[in-house]
């Protein structure tokens, strides 16, 4: 079992920066690959980035590519760096984490395992 708690969220002006955190608890860290999705209302819960349980392979939503950089340690924690957010970025985000292949990385919600319970992004204009 893992537990994931995220932090960070807030409310940014666009064009600012926010530094989202998820800390794991439970079983071994470094075999899971993280993931990061958010959900704003009345949408569906959409990707936005992953890394793989190696850590050294990434994949990103083309809407955030090049302004959001995904990554973690080794001390249970994954991060996400968020730049120049606009206000679409508004949304619940939400860690996950699942159990796979080391060098993998997976970008489809219904893959992941478990869930955090989730931190608000507001960006105003």
């Known amino acids: 079992q893992v537990q994931l708690v995220e932090s960070g969220g807030g409310l940014v002006q666009a064009g600012g920066s926010l530094r989202l955190s998820c800390a794991a608890s439970?079983?071994?860290?470094?075999?899971?690959?993280m993931g990061w999705f958010r959900q704003a209302p009345g949408k569906e819960r959409e990707f936005v980035a992953a890394?793989?349980?190696?850590?050294?392979?990434t994949d990103y939503a083309d809407s955030v590519k090049g302004r959001f950089t995904i990554s973690r340690d080794n001390a249970k924690n994954t991060y996400l760096q968020m730049n120049s957010l606009k206000p679409e970025d508004t949304a619940v985000y939400y860690c996950?984490?699942?159990?796979?292949?080391?060098?993998?990385?997976?970008?489809?919600?219904?893959?992941?395992?478990?869930w955090g319970q989730g931190t608000q992004v507001t960006v105003s204009s």
């Open positions: 996950a984490a699942k159990s796979g292949a080391y060098y993998s990385v997976y970008t489809k919600h219904i893959s992941y395992n478990y």
């Open positions: 439970g079983r071994t860290f470094s075999n899971y690959a």
């Open positions: 890394i793989s349980a190696s850590g050294g392979n």
